[in-house]
């Protein structure tokens, strides 16, 4: 059993989070989460209404421990959050923007705010705004993110902001890093690609093996996938990504991508549809070198949570 600022302010069993990937967090696999001791987090995204009212119902009704939803702050309409709050989460996380406009809304609610950040200055935003639990996302992440390295940000966060706690993301897949992450002073971890890969996922099943099947090196940051979706990403978040033909075609011709868009965004959308990850995204971190297997997310987060505890009691053994 490990006892963290994590586990006690959600009194849940376990110190991992999962990470609210929009449109592979779905209901089932946050409740799966929440289910085997975790924190469960719906990935809201973009805050498409129909989907949140399907999901979050799956959530609400998978389990009776404590879950909650993420949106991507920069793109929040107000009546997504709403929407989203009268599902009566625990836990609200925002990403990708200033969270302060939102803070009062959702702790009103009675839910704890996790704001995710990729850098101390954002951190600080997120202290002003009020945040109970702050995610430092290291740029080995999978989907979007900063520039930072999880090993050095957790701990300038970590002090940035004491006492509020911090968990780590970016790069984490197994105990090991759930066990790095504690030492580096975070009280848990928020995993996104490792829970891709997990039979409870929206993922679509060739996604999922693309992830079991990719090496780290075959990651890369980039723009061109929001580009040719018509996303206004932030300039200083482009998304962590499996390359594939479309990525290598358009890599470096961002200018000209966004000028091809009227032909490009329609065959880019059937690929979607169709599952052709030559073309479509599947968003993927660093973590990749660390799957290769589709399991369940109850067994992950037991496994991972077992390792962690196993790497801990025997890295005591060090100083003697
Ligand atoms: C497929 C995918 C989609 C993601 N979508 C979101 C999102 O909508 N909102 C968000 O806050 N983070 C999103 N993330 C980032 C995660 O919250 C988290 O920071 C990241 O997955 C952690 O790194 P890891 O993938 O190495 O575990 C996404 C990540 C992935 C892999």
Not at 1 to 28: D, H, K, N, Y
Not at 230 to 248: I, K, M, S, T, V
């Amino acid at each position: 059993m490990i006892t963290t600022a994590l586990t006690e302010l959600f009194q849940i069993a376990r110190p991992i989070v999962l990470g609210p990937m929009g449109m592979v967090s779905g209901g089932r696999l946050a409740a799966a989460v929440s289910n085997a001791g975790g924190l469960g987090l719906v990935g809201g995204g973009y805050g498409d209404e129909a989907w949140l009212r399907t999901e979050l119902s799956l959530a609400k009704e998978g389990t009776t421990l404590p879950w909650g939803v993420g949106l991507i702050t920069w793109s929040i309409k107000r009546k997504a959050l709403d929407l989203a709050l009268d599902y009566r989460p625990d836990a609200f996380l925002l990403s990708f923007g200033d969270p302060r406009p939102y803070a009062s809304a959702i702790k009103a609610a009675g839910c704890k705010l996790i704001c995710q950040v990729q850098d101390v200055e954002n951190a600080l935003i997120a202290r002003e705004a009020g945040a109970d639990l702050i995610v430092a996302e290291g740029t080995e992440a999978g989907g979007h993110g900063g520039s930072r390295a999880t090993l050095p940000l957790v701990p300038a966060v970590v002090d940035a902001v004491a006492p509020i706690p911090v968990v780590a993301a970016g790069g984490i897949a197994d105990g090991r890093g759930l066990a790095a992450a504690l030492m580096l002073g975070a009280h848990g971890a928020l995993i996104g690609t490792r829970f891709y890969a997990s039979a409870e996922s929206l993922g679509h099943e060739r996604a999922r093996q693309r992830i079991v099947a990719a090496q780290a090196s075959q990651t890369a940051r980039t723009r061109v996938f929001d580009i040719v979706r018509g996303f206004d990403w932030p300039p200083q978040y482009p998304g962590r990504a499996l390359r594939n033909r479309f990525f290598e075609r358009w890599d470096g011709r961002e200018k000209e991508l966004a000028d091809a868009v009227g032909t490009e965004g329609p065959s880019y959308q059937r690929a979607t549809r169709e599952g052709d990850f030559d073309t479509a995204v599947v968003w993927a971190g660093e973590a990749v070198d660390l799957i290769d297997s589709v399991e369940n997310a109850g067994t992950l987060v037991e496994r991972i949570c077992a390792e962690a505890e196993e790497l801990l009691r025997a890295g005591a053994k060090l100083t003697r």
